[in-house]
Structure formats: structure tokens, C-alpha cells
């Protein structure tokens, strides 16, 4: 199995921050890998698909990049909409495997 | 719009069968891959299985002794059983969709772009 490290697993951040969160692969997944944004009670949102493309919408503040082992979720300017936790998750091969979560929390 | 509508029993004592069933309205049933992801109270999200509207399947290795996922392509409906449940289960149980995204590097991922709205499926004696 693919195993996937995000860090960090929280982070505490204000409105307008930039918010940077990494995933790295335990081999390489080229660009096959999603990221999804879950609020509490509610089943996760795919944000950005094949490593950068950006789910339709989704807002543009949201940006993914990277390839093959290590890979990053980027919030240009956090809105208070935005605290959740987010995964990401690769689908280079089954199963498919998702990181830990990092929980973005308010400062 | 697509919608995924999931139903099945959600208190099982341990040894017996979970069973969920995922409806898919609004969109086509073929070319897409239908997920079965589970996630423990409080926990991350573990990928349980997946089937294509032909019934071809690939499953959880460290799962895969205990579920059956199956099609009914004449409802666009796909359903999950787990067998010997223990309390190690209990999870919220989501259907997901698999679509096929083209990648920038060639070939394709396979994001899950809808989800059901969840079940929670608790293990108790």
C-alpha cells in the first residue's frame, strides 16, 4: 500500500492567511493525487483533482501542485468558510489511500 | 445533478452482516468508478472498495476476506457487505463516485468527485 504523510495535522490560522499544507507519498504517485476539504458531519468535497487541476467550483484561492512524492494544498487567503480538515488522497494504484487530515483551525 | 442516496441498518451486533445500498440519480451509471469509504468517530477516511458498472471490482486488501460489493445496473444502484463485524466497524460508511480526470503527466486519476451523505454504522453488543 502507498502510505500518504500530511503535515502538519493542525494548524491554527487568521482570515486572510496564506495556509500551506503538504503530502508526501511513501513512493511516487505522479500527479494522481486529490484533494478533498471535509467539514464536521458533512462527507468530504474534492477540491483539486490530478494534482492542480481544480474541481468546477471550487473557489480560485484554492490551488494544488507538485508531482510525484511530494505534493502541497495551498489557500491563498483563508476565508472563514475554509476551516475544515482537509486529506488528500492518490489514486496512482489501489488501494487507495488517503493522508491522516490536517485540521485548519482559527487563530 | 448527481445525488448518491445511501441506506442500510446502523446498529449490528458483532458477527453479523453489514449491508448498505447506494442509489445514483441524476447521471449516468457506466464509465465510472462507485467507492464504498469508511471513517472511524473522530478519525481519517479509509477506502473500502470499488466496483465499474460491468461488476469488475478491486478491494481493500486488509478488508478484502470480509466485503462484497455488487451492481444492480437496472436501478444505478451499487451495495456494500461486510461480513464478521466487530466493534473495530463502526464508522460512518460513505458511497463515493470514481471519475475518470485526465492528468497533466497523461494517463488518469480517478478523484471521487460525489459522495452520499453518509451512514453511521455502530458495532455493539
Known amino acids: 500500500d502507498i502510505q500518504m504523510t500530511q503535515s502538519p495535522s493542525s494548524l491554527s490560522a487568521s482570515v486572510g492567511d496564506r495556509v500551506t499544507i503538504t503530502c508526501r507519498a511513501s513512493?511516487?504517485?505522479?500527479?494522481?493525487l486529490n484533494w478533498y476539504q471535509q467539514k464536521p458531519g458533512k462527507a468530504p468535497k474534492l477540491l483539486i483533482y490530478a494534482a492542480s487541476s481544480l474541481q468546477s467550483g471550487v473557489p480560485s484561492r484554492f490551488s494544488g501542485s507538485g508531482s510525484g512524492r511530494d505534493f502541497t494544498l495551498t489557500i491563498s487567503s483563508l476565508q472563514p468558510e475554509d476551516y475544515a480538515t482537509y486529506y488528500c488522497?492518490?489514486?496512482?494504484?489501489?488501494?487507495?489511500?488517503f493522508g491522516q487530515g490536517t485540521k485548519v483551525e482559527i487563530k | 445533478q448527481v445525488q448518491l442516496q445511501q441506506w442500510g441498518a446502523g446498529l449490528l451486533k458483532p458477527s453479523e452482516t453489514l449491508s448498505l445500498t447506494c442509489a445514483v440519480y441524476?447521471?449516468?451509471?457506466?464509465?465510472?468508478?462507485w467507492s464504498w469509504i469508511r471513517q472511524p468517530p473522530g478519525k481519517g477516511l479509509e477506502w473500502i472498495g470499488e466496483?465499474?458498472?460491468?461488476?469488475?471490482?478491486n478491494y481493500n486488501p486488509s478488508l478484502k476476506s470480509r466485503v462484497t460489493i455488487s451492481v444492480d445496473t437496472s436501478k444505478n444502484q451499487f451495495s456494500l457487505k461486510l461480513s464478521s463485524v466487530t466493534a473495530a466497524d463502526t464508522a460512518i460508511y460513505y458511497c463515493?463516485?470514481?471519475?475518470?480526470?485526465?492528468?497533466?503527466?497523461?494517463?488518469?486519476?480517478?478523484?471521487?468527485?460525489?459522495w452520499g451523505q453518509g451512514t453511521l454504522v455502530t458495532v455493539s453488543s
Open positions: 463515493a463516485r470514481g471519475v475518470v480526470a485526465p492528468a497533466a503527466s497523461g494517463g488518469s486519476c480517478y478523484p471521487f468527485d460525489y
Open positions: 488522497q492518490q489514486s496512482y494504484s489501489t488501494p487507495r489511500t
Open positions: 513512493q511516487s504517485v505522479s500527479s494522481y
Open positions: 441524476g447521471g449516468s451509471f457506466s464509465g465510472y468508478y
Open positions: 466496483i465499474n458498472h460491468s461488476g469488475s471490482t
